[in-house]
Each structure stands twice: as C-alpha cells, then as structure tokens.
C-alpha cells in the first residue's frame, strides 16, 4: 500500500475570502503558508478577523473564494477533522459536561474507541495539562484558568496535529498565565495563536503575522515585526516593553 508522505506544510491558504452574509468581506486575499511544527502568532487590532480567519481554517465559516489546504487536505467547509484542533477565545463555548473527564472524553468518544482507550486518552490529556487532579469537577465551577486548561485537554485528547488558539491568556491570572506560556512554548504541534498578549506572543511564537482590514501587512520574527514602532502604531499597536529601547 501507497502511504503519501506526510505533509510538510501545515496550512496552505491562497487568496483566502471570507464575507459573513450580509457583510463586507471579513477575509480579503489572505495569502499565507505555515509549516509543520512552526508556531505562528496572528496579531492585530480588535475585529479585523483573527478569530474569523481561525474559524475559517477549521472548516467552521464557508469560504467565499480561494483555495486553502491543511494538513496536505483541501480544507472541506464543514468536515470534522479531529487532527485540527480550536481552544475557542471563551472556555465556556467548548465546556459543557457534568464533569471534567467526561468533557475532555466528548471528543474522543466521538472518534469511536474502547471505553478503555478513551479513558486512557482522557488520562493523558488530564495529566499533559496538569489538571488530573480536576477530573470530577463540574467544568462551570472551575475558575477561569482551570477552564482554560480543561478546555485544551480536550483538544489534545483528540491528538491533533494542528492547534488554533484564540487568546488563550484572556482573563489569567499571572501565575496561570505564566504555566500556559511555558506549556504552549514547550507544545509539539504546530500552532497559530491569535492574541492581544504581544510578549505571549514574543515568548511562544518562531514568527507573526499583523493582520488588519483583513490583510496581512506583515510577516516575520516577532522581534523584527513588533519592535517595529511605526509599523505597530500604524495598526494601532504598542511595541511590547520588552522590545522598547
Ligand atoms: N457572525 C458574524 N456576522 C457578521 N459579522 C461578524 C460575525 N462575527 C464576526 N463578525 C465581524 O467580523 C469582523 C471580524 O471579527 P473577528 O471576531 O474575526 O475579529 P478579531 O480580529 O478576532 O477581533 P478581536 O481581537 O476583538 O477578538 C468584525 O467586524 C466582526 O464584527
């Protein structure tokens, strides 16, 4: 049997539109490649698509024109793929069971499995994300960054190979932002970050993109795009103060 070569980019987006009905196009040509195992950061200012652009490439928003392929696939509006995972911008969209396990098992008993193997997943997922000890917790009593991590158990319960996260350090504290940077610096997929938190995305990302009006306008290492002043104040962006002189 013929097995084709895994992919070696992980999302292949060419003269990428998106227009909710109704409205002016959200998405306009968005061109842009990422590769396998790279973590790219998506900034810029409120509203100007990063979370319809993460929809979209999960198959969540129809596409109005041009051609998107993840993970070596023609991106199928609509198509479950479990190998692409979304930690939505608000944990409370995604957490929904009686208890922790039985959320973070959702997913994988979708996939199909033995009870034992989905138990084992959930076991792992619980443990990768330090929140075994939540397990029989009801999701909505949790604190925020309990939800947080519970939400991307979940996820990664499903083994993915693609990760979208959509301001992931919203409403942390700093301890658990903190425990998030270290455990999104030290992830193996590859991962697309959309957020406000320019040093989380200094400290997690090997490149950024700043997307306004729909367009990218840049792309590069965050250093070079984010300290860049005038490019940043042009997109009403701050250069974060670690990169101030
Ligand atoms: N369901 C919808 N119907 C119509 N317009 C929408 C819908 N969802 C989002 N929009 C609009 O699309 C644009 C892009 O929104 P989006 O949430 O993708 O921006 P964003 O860059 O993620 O913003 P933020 O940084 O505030 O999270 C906004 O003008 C928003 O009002």
């Known amino acids: 049997m013929n097995v084709p070569p895994p992919p070696e980019v992980a999302v292949d987006a060419k003269q990428l539109w998106m227009a909710y009905p109704g409205h002016p196009p959200v998405l306009q040509g968005i061109d842009l490649q990422v590769k396998v195992g790279e973590h ?3 900034i810029g200012p409120n ?3 990063k979370t319809t652009l993460f929809l979209t490439l999960c198959g969540l928003l129809p596409i109005h024109s041009g051609h998107v392929t993840v993970l070596g696939q023609p991106l199928v509006p609509g198509e479950f793929r479990p190998e692409v995972g979304l930690v939505f911008q608000d944990p409370n969209d995604q957490l929904f069971a009686p208890t922790v ?3 973070v098992a959702f997913g994988l008993r979708n ?3 033995s ?3 989905i138990a084992a997943g959930v076991q ?3 443990h990768h994300t330090g929140t075994l000890h939540l397990a029989e917790r009801p999701p909505h009593q949790l604190s925020g960054g309990e939800k947080r991590m519970v939400a991307i158990a979940g996820i990664l319960a499903m083994r ?4 979208l996260y959509d301001e992931p350090t919203a409403n942390l504290d700093l301890r658990a932002r903190r425990r998030l940077i270290q455990f999104l610096h030290h ?3 590859t991962l697309l970050l959309a957020s406000h938190d320019l040093e989380l995305v200094l400290e997690v990302c090997d490149r950024v993109i700043l997307l306004d009006q729909g367009r990218i306008w840049a792309a590069g290492s965050p250093t070079a795009v984010m300290s860049n002043p005038d490019l940043m104040a042009a997109h009403g962006l701050e250069v974060p103060h670690s990169l101030r002189r």
């Open 187 to 189: 992830t193996p997929q």
């Open 111 to 113: 996939l199909g499995g």
């Open 115 to 117: 009870e034992q193997e």
């Open 160 to 163: 993915p190979q693609l990760v």
């Open 124 to 126: 792992a997922a619980l």
């Open 101 to 103: 396990a039985e959320d």
């Open 47 to 49: 509203g100007v698509g």
């Open 40 to 42: 790219l950061g998506v």
